[in-house]
Nanobody, 116 residues
Framework: QLQLVESGGGLVQPGGSLRLSCAASGFTLDYYAIGWFRQAPGKEREGVSCISSSGNSTKYADSVKGRFTISRANAENTVYLQMNSLKPEDTAVYYC?????????WGQGTQVTVSS
């Protein structure tokens, strides 16, 4: 079964950190650019960050620049999102997908809640 599985979410206080993982099964991520996306309650899904297949190029939404870092470990078939200085407005379900998006790869996501 071809799928992407997100993990690493949780409840954290403002200013805290989390590292999310996006693991692929059934296929290799090596050839794909990968993006992280998030969807907050009542809002549309938005792009957060993206990394090229080689890992040499990254992009970030303005709202997370300087706080989030995307990376990949192709040997582990995994893409990571290190999130620092978290804010309550970062609360959302976080998803990963290929870039461009392949709808069949949307997973369950991982919940990130930033609250004191």
């Amino acid at each position: 079964q071809l799928q992407l599985v997100e993990s690493g979410g949780g409840l954290v206080q403002p200013g805290g950190s989390l590292r999310l993982s996006c693991a692929a099964s059934g296929f290799t991520l090596d050839y794909y650019a990968i993006g992280w996306f998030r969807q907050a309650p009542g809002k549309e899904r938005e792009g957060v960050s993206c990394i090229s297949s080689s890992g040499n190029s990254t992009k970030y939404a303005d709202s997370v620049k300087g706080r989030f870092t995307i990376s990949r470990a192709n040997a582990e078939n995994t893409v990571y999102l290190q999130m620092n200085s978290l804010k309550p407005e970062d609360t959302a379900v976080y998803y990963c997908n290929t870039s461009p998006i392949m709808p069949q790869y949307w997973g369950q996501g991982t919940q990130v809640t930033v609250s004191s």
